[in-house]
Protein backbone atom coordinates (compact mmCIF):
# COMPACT_ATOMS: atom_id res chain seq x y z
CA UNK A 1 0.00 0.00 0.00
CA UNK A 2 1.37 3.72 -0.93
CA UNK A 3 1.49 5.92 1.95
CA UNK A 4 0.02 8.69 1.25
CA UNK A 5 1.95 12.33 0.27
CA UNK A 6 2.23 14.31 3.27
CA UNK A 7 2.39 18.29 2.36
CA UNK A 8 4.09 20.51 4.66
CA UNK A 9 4.82 24.24 5.05
CA UNK A 10 8.15 26.23 4.66
CA UNK A 11 8.40 26.48 8.51
CA UNK A 12 8.27 22.73 8.55
CA UNK A 13 11.19 22.19 6.73
CA UNK A 14 13.06 25.39 8.62
CA UNK A 15 12.55 23.60 12.07
CA UNK A 16 13.72 20.27 11.22
CA UNK A 17 16.77 21.80 9.38
CA UNK A 18 18.02 23.86 12.82
CA UNK A 19 17.18 20.72 14.79
CA UNK A 20 19.80 18.64 12.23
CA UNK A 21 22.10 21.65 12.85
CA UNK A 22 21.69 21.45 16.27
CA UNK A 23 22.64 17.68 16.49
CA UNK A 24 24.94 17.80 13.59
CA UNK A 25 26.54 20.83 12.56
CA UNK A 26 25.68 21.95 8.93
CA UNK A 27 27.20 19.28 7.39
CA UNK A 28 24.35 16.93 8.58
CA UNK A 29 21.64 19.63 6.86
CA UNK A 30 20.82 17.64 3.95
CA UNK A 31 17.93 17.49 1.38
CA UNK A 32 17.77 13.65 1.52
CA UNK A 33 18.06 13.69 5.19
CA UNK A 34 15.38 16.24 5.48
CA UNK A 35 12.85 14.77 3.54
CA UNK A 36 13.58 10.87 5.20
CA UNK A 37 13.25 12.99 8.82
CA UNK A 38 9.54 14.76 7.59
CA UNK A 39 8.54 11.16 5.27
CA UNK A 40 8.25 13.17 2.21
CA UNK A 41 10.05 13.20 -1.40
CA UNK A 42 12.84 15.65 -2.14
CA UNK A 43 10.30 17.17 -4.45
CA UNK A 44 8.36 18.89 -1.42
CA UNK A 45 11.66 20.57 -0.31
CA UNK A 46 11.87 22.10 -4.10
CA UNK A 47 8.61 23.38 -4.25
CA UNK A 48 9.58 25.64 -0.79
CA UNK A 49 13.31 26.23 -1.56
CA UNK A 50 15.38 26.80 -4.46
CA UNK A 51 18.38 24.97 -3.04
CA UNK A 52 20.26 24.17 0.27
CA UNK A 53 21.29 27.95 0.64
CA UNK A 54 18.22 29.46 0.17
CA UNK A 55 17.40 26.78 2.97
CA UNK A 56 19.97 28.00 4.72
CA UNK A 57 18.93 31.56 4.61
CA UNK A 58 15.42 30.71 5.43
CA UNK A 59 16.77 28.84 8.66
CA UNK A 60 18.59 32.23 9.46
CA UNK A 61 15.47 34.10 9.10
CA UNK A 62 13.08 32.11 10.69
CA UNK A 63 15.83 32.33 14.00
CA UNK A 64 15.70 36.16 13.58
CA UNK A 65 12.19 36.39 12.66
CA UNK A 66 10.12 33.64 15.04
CA UNK A 67 12.21 33.15 17.72
CA UNK A 68 13.18 36.73 18.31
CA UNK A 69 10.82 39.01 16.43
CA UNK A 70 7.57 37.17 17.01
CA UNK A 71 8.28 36.53 20.68
CA UNK A 72 9.06 40.38 20.51
CA UNK A 73 5.51 41.11 19.61
CA UNK A 74 3.84 38.55 21.87
CA UNK A 75 5.77 40.51 25.10
CA UNK A 76 4.76 44.03 23.53
CA UNK A 77 1.34 42.73 23.41
CA UNK A 78 1.24 41.91 27.43
CA UNK A 79 -0.51 44.00 29.68
CA UNK A 80 1.16 46.15 32.42
CA UNK A 81 4.32 47.10 33.09
CA UNK A 82 8.02 47.00 32.06
CA UNK A 83 8.88 44.59 34.79
CA UNK A 84 5.66 42.75 33.65
CA UNK A 85 7.27 42.33 30.35
CA UNK A 86 10.36 41.64 31.21
CA UNK A 87 9.07 38.10 33.12
CA UNK A 88 6.57 37.32 30.13
CA UNK A 89 9.60 37.85 27.72
CA UNK A 90 11.21 34.59 30.04
CA UNK A 91 7.90 32.88 30.38
CA UNK A 92 8.09 32.95 26.35
CA UNK A 93 11.17 32.14 26.12
CA UNK A 94 10.94 29.15 28.50
CA UNK A 95 7.64 28.06 27.16
CA UNK A 96 7.93 28.53 23.09
CA UNK A 97 11.91 27.18 23.49
CA UNK A 98 13.26 29.77 21.31
CA UNK A 99 16.22 29.94 22.37
CA UNK A 100 17.10 25.29 21.74
CA UNK A 101 19.20 26.84 18.20
CA UNK A 102 21.08 28.99 20.16
CA UNK A 103 24.01 27.26 20.11
CA UNK A 104 23.73 25.95 16.73
CA UNK A 105 23.14 28.79 15.29
CA UNK A 106 26.37 30.52 17.08
CA UNK A 107 28.12 27.71 16.19
CA UNK A 108 27.55 28.09 12.82
CA UNK A 109 28.21 31.54 13.30
CA UNK A 110 31.52 31.20 14.02
CA UNK A 111 32.55 29.45 10.74
CA UNK A 112 30.28 31.98 8.52
CA UNK A 113 30.68 35.71 8.10
CA UNK A 114 27.45 35.81 6.64
CA UNK A 115 25.88 34.20 9.30
CA UNK A 116 27.71 36.11 12.32
CA UNK A 117 26.83 39.28 10.65
CA UNK A 118 22.73 38.24 10.73
CA UNK A 119 23.56 36.93 14.32
CA UNK A 120 25.19 40.45 15.79
CA UNK A 121 22.07 42.27 14.30
CA UNK A 122 19.86 40.03 15.97
CA UNK A 123 22.16 39.99 19.37
CA UNK A 124 21.83 43.93 18.82
CA UNK A 125 18.16 43.96 18.18
CA UNK A 126 17.74 41.47 21.38
CA UNK A 127 20.20 44.14 23.45
CA UNK A 128 18.14 47.54 22.54
CA UNK A 129 14.77 45.50 23.58
CA UNK A 130 15.43 44.23 26.80
CA UNK A 131 17.71 47.48 28.03
CA UNK A 132 14.79 49.08 27.31
CA UNK A 133 12.59 47.37 28.85
CA UNK A 134 15.03 47.77 31.81
CA UNK A 135 15.23 51.52 31.19
CA UNK A 136 11.02 51.96 31.14
CA UNK A 137 11.56 50.34 34.92
CA UNK A 138 13.84 52.87 35.40
CA UNK A 139 17.11 51.82 35.45
CA UNK A 140 19.90 54.22 34.02
CA UNK A 141 21.57 53.73 30.65
CA UNK A 142 24.96 51.77 32.26
CA UNK A 143 22.82 49.49 34.55
CA UNK A 144 19.81 48.90 31.73
CA UNK A 145 22.62 47.74 29.61
CA UNK A 146 24.81 45.26 32.24
CA UNK A 147 21.13 43.95 33.61
CA UNK A 148 19.93 43.40 29.69
CA UNK A 149 23.46 41.73 28.92
CA UNK A 150 22.87 39.09 31.77
CA UNK A 151 19.31 38.23 30.54
CA UNK A 152 20.92 37.39 27.15
CA UNK A 153 23.95 35.60 28.82
CA UNK A 154 21.90 33.11 30.64
CA UNK A 155 19.06 32.88 27.73
CA UNK A 156 22.25 31.86 25.60
CA UNK A 157 23.72 29.55 27.92
CA UNK A 158 20.57 28.00 29.67
CA UNK A 159 19.81 25.58 27.11
CA UNK A 160 23.48 24.06 27.35
CA UNK A 161 23.11 23.56 30.65
CA UNK A 162 22.26 19.84 31.13
CA UNK A 163 20.93 20.18 35.19
CA UNK A 164 17.75 18.73 34.71
CA UNK A 165 14.86 21.19 36.88
CA UNK A 166 11.11 20.34 37.10
CA UNK A 167 8.47 22.24 35.77
CA UNK A 168 7.88 24.00 39.13
CA UNK A 169 11.54 24.43 39.68
CA UNK A 170 11.92 26.23 36.14
CA UNK A 171 9.22 28.52 37.53
CA UNK A 172 10.48 28.81 40.96
CA UNK A 173 14.15 30.52 39.17
CA UNK A 174 12.71 32.41 36.87
CA UNK A 175 10.90 34.32 39.04
CA UNK A 176 13.85 34.74 41.58
CA UNK A 177 15.86 35.27 38.31
CA UNK A 178 13.22 38.17 37.35
CA UNK A 179 13.47 39.44 41.30
CA UNK A 180 17.67 39.80 41.08
CA UNK A 181 17.41 41.53 37.23
CA UNK A 182 14.45 43.73 38.24
CA UNK A 183 15.63 44.63 41.84
CA UNK A 184 12.21 44.08 42.89
Known amino acids: MDMPIQRLDRNAWLVEALKILSREGLAGVRVEKLARSLHVT ?3 FYWHFKD ?4 FSG ?44 FAIRS ?11 VRKVDEQRLG ?4 LFKE ?9 ARARIFIHFQVAAPGIRIPLTKQERAALRKRRHRILTGS
Open 137 to 145: TGFLEAEAD
Open 52 to 55: RDDL
Open 108 to 118: WASHDKTVARK
Open 59 to 102: MLDYWADVLTGDVFKEVLACRGNAKRRLLKLMEVIEETRADRFE
Open 129 to 132: FIKG
Open 42 to 44: KGS
